[in-house]
């Protein structure tokens, strides 16, 4: 599996390696910072199933179903290719992607200060998680653990955090209650180093633990 990340680019120095909807999606985005987050996200995600598949980035397409409603939104799946799945994730300043061959992944990044507030275990703790430890960057790990498990499975934030209980932050990374449907055990979960103020995390749905190749790049 790769897991791939970068520092968002602008987006208008970038969107000529998008596709019109990707471009129409990151045209819809209010903040100048969410667009480049958005765009970068999505040129990482084509550059490196280029590299990976050898063929042109700009060739490849990707739907999406939501598990809950079956609307045109929710896990990126990617067309055209069999045995492919991959995830993307934005937050602060940094993007990343997750290309996996072994089954499907979710990948999630959050800036540390963005866990920095007074009710995260309310939003995020299951009781027997509770408190919430002091430091930000502790609680972000946490928190993109249950994410990247929330989105291997395809329900992302669908499904409330705090029904899904993770390993503490200074052990090793463990899914260790699931208390929501579809159990998606055996599942891997994988701690990635993208930088400082940052914390990342991949889950993987498959029965032994993936060989993680982390990918520093740069998009501009
Ligand atoms: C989409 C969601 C995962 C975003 O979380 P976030 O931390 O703000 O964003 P991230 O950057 O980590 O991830 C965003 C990416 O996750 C992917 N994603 C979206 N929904 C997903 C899902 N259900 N499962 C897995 N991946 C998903 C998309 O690729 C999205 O990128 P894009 O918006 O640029 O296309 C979260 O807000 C969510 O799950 N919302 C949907 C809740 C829902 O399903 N409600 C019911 C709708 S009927």
Do not use: N
């Amino acid at each position: 599996m790769t897991v791939a990340w970068a520092r968002p680019a602008r987006a208008e120095v970038i969107l000529d390696r998008l596709d019109d909807g990707e471009r129409a999606r990151c045209a819809q985005l209010l903040r100048p910072s969410d667009r480049d987050r958005y765009a970068s996200a999505h040129v990482l995600l084509r550059a490196e199933l280029g590299r990976v598949l050898g063929a042109d980035p700009s060739g490849f397409r990707f739907a999406a179903t939501c598990r809950l409603c079956g609307g045109p939104h929710g896990r990126p799946r990617l067309l055209d290719q069999l045995g492919i799945e991959v995830s993307l994730s934005h937050a602060g300043e940094r993007v990343a992607v997750a290309i996996s061959t072994v089954g499907a992944v979710g990948v999630d990044v959050e800036l540390d200060s963005a866990c920095a507030f007074d009710g995260f275990a309310d939003v995020a703790l299951g009781p027997a998680e509770r408190p919430a430890p002091p430091d930000a960057h502790e609680r972000a790990v946490i928190w993109t653990r249950k994410e990247a498990l929330l989105k291997s499975v395809g329900f992302g934030l669908a499904i409330a955090p705090d029904r899904v209980v993770v390993s503490a932050p200074a052990a090793a990374p463990r899914l260790v209650k699931w208390s929501a449907p579809d159990d998606p055990r055996p599942v891997h979960l994988v701690d990635v180093d993208i930088g400082p103020r940052h914390a990342a995390s991949v889950a993987a749905l498959c029965a032994q633990p993936p060989a993680v190749r982390l990918r520093p790049t740069r998009l501009d």
